[in-house]
């Protein structure tokens, strides 16, 4: 496999919550008169109080007990087969991850005092909503300063163009062309192969060499390694990113990006 070029240019281009889920109560239970049993006015208090204790203890499952679908920096997932897509909630916690770099495509100075890296999937809606408004204000924000690099986690249980998608990239990169393709699989309407064939030929790539690589599946091996590596460090959702090994999980805002490099580039985080 020829060698990647790392570019250093800078771009220029710039989740919903999950219901929470809340109890039902029964009515407590009313006074039988006539014929029938009647409550004692002791007895009745008596099962007000065990209803309201049970109603406490459901309350909290439901509000602690329920895992929700993004957080924010994190400890990561015990490694599971499920992984899917998820949007941003909570507050930070830190510890940082040994995340590798060194055959994955970068953008940026390679000294930059930040490396962003970014687990993704081309077909994921949060992933490309996280493009669209986050990505390119958040490299603006913090021009010279971040180092961005893309690595690969499609969900092909639900996606089944996120795949081919990434192999797709990855054979515009043999051809100098990776982070431009990598946008307008993003920026683009759609996926399927007659798009990656448009792509590569609005790039004016070598369409021998691009279609040649597509059908022997040339980097299958590589996108799945990174894959498997994502999931076993216990990623569970796309996209995930980690700011100098420091997880955030979701399709988070710029505000939760920037608080985070403020905080590591005034040294304010523990190594």
């Known amino acids: 496999m020829p060698p990647r070029k790392k570019t250093t240019t800078e771009p220029t281009i710039e989740a919903p919550v999950e219901p929470v889920l809340e109890p039902e109560f029964a009515d407590p239970p009313a006074v039988i008169q006539e014929d029938t049993v009647t409550f004692k006015r002791s007895h009745f208090y008596a099962v ?16 602690w007990g ?5 957080q924010t920096v994190q400890v990561l997932a015990q490694p599971s087969a499920a992984v899917v897509e998820a949007p941003a909630t909570e507050e930070p916690q830190y510890r940082r991850y040994d995340i590798p770099i060194d055959d994955a495509y970068t953008l940026g100075p390679k000294d930059a005092p930040i490396t962003l890296v970014e687990f993704s999937d081309y077909q994921c809606p949060f992933c490309r909503r996280w493009h669209d408004e986050v990505y390119g204000p958040l490299l603006a924000a913090y021009s010279g300063k971040i180092k961005f690099v893309y690595r690969h986690l499609p969900l092909t249980s639900i996606h089944p163009d996120a795949f081919p998608a990434a192999e797709a990239a990855m054979c ?25 064939t448009q792509y590569a030929q609005e ?16 980097y299958q091996q590589e996108i799945q390694a990174d894959s498997d590596f994502a999931i076993n460090l216990g990623i569970n ?5 980690f700011i100098n090994g420091l997880a955030i999980v979701g399709a988070q805002p710029l505000n939760v990006f920037q608080q985070v490099i403020d905080k590591e580039l005034a040294g304010e985080i523990p190594e």
Do not use: R
């Open 203 to 218: 790039l004016s790539l070598d369409m021998t060499t691009f279609e040649t690589c597509m059908t022997e599946h040339k």
């Open 48 to 63: 007000l109080t065990v209803l309201a204790f049970a109603a406490g203890v459901l309350l909290g499952y439901v509000v």
């Open 172 to 196: 515009a990169g043999e051809q100098d062309a990776y982070w431009p393709y990598h946008e307008k699989l993003f920026k683009g309407e759609g996926l399927g192969s007659a798009i990656y």
């Open 237 to 241: 959702s796309t996209p995930t990113f």
């Open 66 to 70: 329920m895992q929700p679908a993004g």
